[in-house]
C-alpha cells in the first residue's frame, strides 16, 4: 500500500509539471490537441498508479511523449498558421448580419437551441442584435452586436472618465509582497510610514493594497 | 525557444532511455539463454555439479538484471522468469534430468516472451 502512496505522489507531481510546462490554460479554452493530451494523460496515469505489478515508467514514458509532442506542436502552431489551421481548423461565422448562416451551423453539427442557448448565455434575445457570431477554433462563440445595440461606453458619450489604475496586493496575512510593492513603485519605508501612522505593524495587517498614485486600503487582522 | 529546448532534451533523453532499455533487454535475454543452454547440456551429460555451478551463477546474474528490468518490464513476467529459475536450481540439486528440461523449457518460453513483448514489430506496434 505504501507502494501505492509513493507511486500516486510522484505520479501526481509529474503530470502536475507536465500540465503547468505545457501553458496554463482552463480546460474550457483547450484546444483540441490540448484537450486529447490532457484525457490521455489522466488515463495513462491512472494504469501505473492502481497497478503496482505495472512499472512506473510504462506510465511515464507515454506521458513525458505526449507532453514534448505537444509542446512541439502548438510551437509549430505559433509558427506556421497552415499547420495551426490543419490542427485546429478556423474559426466560422455563423451569424451574419442577423442572420443565422444554416450551413455553417449544420457543418458545426450545431442545433438551433444550442446557439439560442450560447446567445442567452451573452444576454442576446434576439438573433436581428447579432452583427456577427463566430465559433472560435477552441469551440467558445464569440458575438459582435450591432452598433445599435451595443451598450455605450464613456468615449461614445463623450464623457471624460479618470484613468484606471492598477491596484496591487503590498500586504498579504502579514507578509510584504515585494514584487507588488516593486511594481506600483512603492518602498517598504513608504508602508513603515503608514502603518505607524496607523500605529500597526506590518503582522496586524490582513491585507494591504496599493496603486502607483499611493492611494492604499488597510484592512487590520481579526483577533481570534 | 528555451522551451523548446528543454523538450527537445528531454524528448531526445526519453528516447536514448527507451532505446538503452530495449538492448539491455536483448541483452539480457541473451546471456540467459546462453546460461540455460549450457545447464541443458551438461544436464543431458548427466553433469550436475557443472550445471547446478552454472545455474548459481545464472540466478545471481538474474537478480542483478531483473532489478534493473523492473523499472520498465512488467513485474509479473519477471516473477514467472524468477521462479523457473529457481525450479531449474531445486531441479538439479535433486539430480532430475527430466524435471530440470522441464523447467528448462518454460523458463526459455518465457524469455522469449519477454524479448517479444518488447520488439519492434507489427504485431507489438498494432
Request: proline fraction near 1%.
Amino acid at each position: 500500500m505504501l507502494i501505492s502512496l509513493l507511486r500516486a505522489l510522484l505520479l501526481y507531481i509529474i503530470i502536475v509539471f507536465s500540465i503547468k510546462f505545457m501553458g496554463k490554460r482552463q480546460i474550457s479554452e483547450l484546444q483540441t490537441s490540448e484537450l486529447v493530451v490532457t484525457l490521455l494523460i489522466s488515463d495513462i496515469a491512472s494504469i501505473p498508479m492502481q497497478n503496482s505489478a505495472q512499472p512506473l515508467f510504462s506510465g511515464l514514458i507515454p506521458i513525458v511523449v505526449l507532453v514534448c509532442c505537444e509542446i512541439f506542436i502548438s510551437h509549430f502552431m505559433v509558427k506556421n498558421s497552415k499547420f495551426r489551421k490543419l490542427i485546429c481548423g478556423s474559426a466560422v461565422i455563423i451569424i451574419s448580419e442577423g442572420k443565422i448562416l444554416q450551413k455553417e451551423l449544420e457543418k458545426l453539427r450545431m442545433s438551433v437551441d444550442e446557439l439560442y442557448e450560447q446567445l442567452h448565455e451573452m444576454d442576446i434575445f434576439s438573433v436581428k442584435d447579432v452583427a456577427f457570431a463566430i465559433i472560435e477554433t477552441n469551440g467558445k462563440m464569440s458575438v459582435l452586436k450591432k452598433s445599435e445595440r451595443q451598450t455605450p461606453d464613456s468615449s461614445s458619450l463623450g464623457i471624460d472618465t479618470p484613468e484606471n489604475v492598477l491596484e496591487f496586493v503590498v500586504i498579504s496575512n502579514g507578509e510584504i509582497n515585494n514584487l507588488s510593492l516593486s511594481s506600483c513603485g512603492l518602498s517598504k519605508n513608504w508602508i513603515d510610514e503608514i502603518l505607524s501612522k496607523k500605529k500597526l505593524n506590518v503582522s496586524d495587517v490582513y491585507i494591504m493594497t496599493a496603486n502607483k498614485n499611493k492611494e492604499f486600503n488597510v484592512i487590520k487582522k481579526e483577533k481570534t | 525557444m528555451k522551451k523548446i529546448g528543454i523538450t527537445l532534451t528531454i524528448f531526445v533523453l526519453t528516447f536514448f532511455l527507451c532505446l538503452a532499455s530495449f538492448i539491455f533487454v536483448e541483452k539480457t535475454a541473451q546471456y540467459t539463454e546462453n546460461y540455460l543452454e549450457e545447464i541443458e547440456k551438461s544436464n543431458d551429460k548427466k553433469e550436475f555439479e557443472m550445471a547446478l555451478e552454472k545455474c548459481k551463477e545464472l540466478n545471481s546474474f538474474w537478480d542483478e538484471r531483473s532489478k534493473i528490468l523492473s523499472v520498465f518490464i512488467h513485474h509479473d513476467t519477471l516473477d514467472k522468469i524468477n521462479q523457473s529459475l529457481k525450479v531449474i536450481n531445486v531441479s538439479l540439486k535433486n539430480k532430475s534430468r527430466i524435471e530440470t528440461s522441464k523447467a528448462k523449457v518454460s523458463a526459455m518460453a518465457y524469455i522469449k516472451a519477454l524479448k517479444e513483448s518488447d520488439e519492434i514489430s507489427i504485431e507489438n506496434i498494432f
